[in-house]
């Protein structure tokens, strides 16, 4: 083969974790190349999940009027009549001007673009597959790194029907605003989703096999979020199972294990990820995926074949799509000899529901079981000027902090901006700082990061009385 198509690294998928392993690599000096289908370039993540979606979130939160309710009343909308080419339209621009980043990214970095299906031939050869065009190369490399993605995972049975049975890929391209829908899953995508319908004025339920939703986070936090989507009229089904879906001109029918009937315009199904790795012929290369189509990896994102690594998420939790770029860039690192850094346990989740909810560091439940003295600060929203000036009062950050060398051992936020302030409890945590940081650093007035020192001042308030009985 010749020298134009050897490669010290070819990467599978142009996603975050695909880009960073690229342009990383090439930073290094090296010859990279990525593979990507003619329609994915900035892979899942650009296309059908975390953009489109967070898009869709800020023209729903902005047509709907969501965070002026209070201050106009109740009824107040941008505009009355919401359609889904009012919503797509910002979502399209947004789309096209990330693929154009992409794009120029990788070319200032002389990452040259392969367009097509890759596959392995052998552990060192990729196919690259234009099946619209009849058309294959092939090149060879020192390394790989996959990062192909995921899709959404469709239980077997279910009949998706077009317009009516549907998954969060399907939900980007509905021809009108259904007045009713069944949200099949309570995990992060099904809440975002029911959140934004709901506040569009589509009549929510959500159905979920689990006795609560989200118990990954706060239990406090996630009750303020149920309590304000019980606002928007979403009715919760917990311990209940879909068993079977039918649909028809009128609507559909959801069947739950239990013998309720649920009638509704539309179903989404939210039941995990798929990955993307049927296409690859993982065989050849000495791998295999598991039945989610997830692939194992070490701490370095290296797979059984010491040459090939994965992240994003293609190899699971957390599957987002901020650690995803690190994970891309480390792998490129550990490949090519260059000094790296673990990822720090410090990690924020976000989940961009209506409104939004983001945490990091240890849950109440976490230091609880662990024996871990705290104790905790809470701000609300409604005690900010800025709250009342952006008319939103329902939202409350809550600090958990160590009584024994007044440590934050972890933040929880709930409301407008949560996965932008989290940085600011991210940043003291990973510094090593106390709480008393918060309590003397200085905020700008009026802004919603203030809830930091209130919280501050409230739990250092808790652990100086704890003092004065000499505990």
Known sequence: ???????????????????????????????????????????????????????????????????????????????????????????????????????????????????????????????????????????TTDYVVIATGTRPARPAGIDFTPGRVLDSDDILNLSAIPASMVVAGAGVIGIEYASMFAALGTKVTVVEKRPAMLDFCDPEIIEALRFHLRDLAVTFRFGEEVVGVQSSERGTLTTLASGKRIPAETVMYSAGRQGLTDELNLQKAGLEADNRGRISVDDHFRTEVEHIYAVGDVIGFPALAATSMDQGRLAAYHAFGETEVALTPIQPIGIYSVPEVSYVGATEVELTEKSIPYEVGVSRYRELARGHIAGDSHGMLKLLVSTEDRSVLGVHIFGSGATDLIHIGQAVMGCGGTVDYLVDAVFNYPTLSEAYKVAALDVTNKIRELRSFGV
């Open 1 to 139: 083969m010749s020298s134009e198509n050897q490669y010290d690294l070819v990467v599978i998928g142009s996603g975050p974790g695909g880009q960073k392993a690229a342009i990383a690599a090439a930073k290094l000096g090296k010859r990279v190349a990525i593979v990507e289908k003619t329609d994915m370039i900035g892979g899942v993540c650009v296309n059908t999940g975390t953009v489109p979606s967070k898009t869709l979130r800020e023209a729903v939160v902005y047509l709907t009027g969501m965070n002026q309710r209070e201050l106009y009343g109740a009824s107040y909308r941008v505009k009355s009549d919401i359609t889904p080419a009012d919503l797509m339209s910002r979502t399209e621009h947004v789309i096209g001007k990330e693929i154009e980043i992409v794009r120029s990214q990788l070319q200032r970095n002389r990452v040259e673009m392969l367009t097509g299906t890759g596959s392995f031939l052998d552990p060192h050869t990729i196919a690259v597959d234009q099946p619209e065009r009849g058309e294959r190369s092939m090149v």
